[in-house]
Antibody, heavy 117, light 107 residues
């Protein structure tokens, strides 16, 4: 059974960079797309972007200037960096898997990141 | 970007009721439409992909239909564990966009 687990700081200061890692267990990270999605408290889901195991990426245009994703196949991990954060970036951040298209079939449990000084 | 609009935003229903949620895309997305269920405090769970295909392990009381711009999620007989928020998502192209969600509450 594939499992995903997000990790990273729960508190980030304004203007700094939010960094999260997703560790995949129970299966290989290879040959799949890996996405990041976020959800502010009480609101809907926003897709941040995705990365393929080759390193190719697709980012949401609304966040593209601040987002960088990377993948480390040797560790079965992929990562998200979101720069110049503000309070509007406070949300639960999820990582998820796509088997080939854009459907998201496995999700991590989510991690709350708060942007505050 | 393709916009996704769900209706209603919320509904109240009783156990055993048949429930229908609608999702409309701002342009044709063929059958590239997925449905997710999110219980409070939990990650979303894929229910339906490609508009009408049931994800493995999902009860058969869930079904999806539609193509082009108009889609429907139906729960044939609502169960206590189905009270949750449901999201549609277009999986046709990037950026991925979700509907605003439909909260199904107990009447």
């Amino acid at each position: 059974q594939v499992q995903l687990q997000e990790s990273g700081p729960g508190l980030v200061k304004p203007s700094e960079t939010l960094s999260l890692t997703c560790t995949v267990s129970g299966g290989s990270i290879s040959s799949y797309y890996w996405s990041w999605i976020r959800q502010p408290a009480g609101k809907g889901l926003e897709w941040i972007g995705r990365i393929y195991t080759s390193g190719s990426t697709n980012y949401n245009p609304s966040l593209k200037s601040r987002v960088t994703m990377s993948v480390d196949t040797s560790k079965n991990q992929f990562s998200l960096n979101l720069s110049s954060v503000t309070a509007a970036d406070t949300a639960v951040y999820y990582c998820a898997r796509s088997p080939g298209d854009y459907s998201l079939d496995y999700w991590g449990q989510g991690t709350l990141v708060t942007v505050s000084s | 970007d393709i916009q996704m609009t769900q209706s209603p935003s919320s509904l109240s229903a009783s156990v055993g009721d048949r429930v229908t949620i609608t999702c409309r895309a701002s342009q044709s997305i063929s059958s590239y439409l997925d449905w997710y269920q999110q219980r409070p405090g939990k990650a979303p769970k894929l229910l339906i992909y490609a508009a009408s295909s049931l994800q493995s392990g999902v009860p058969s009381r869930f079904s999806g239909s539609g193509s082009g711009t108009d889609f429907t999620l139906t729960i044939s007989s609502l169960q206590p564990e189905d009270f949750a928020t449901y999201y549609c998502q277009q999986s046709n192209s990037t950026p991925v966009v979700f509907g605003q969600g439909t909260k199904v509450e107990i009447k």
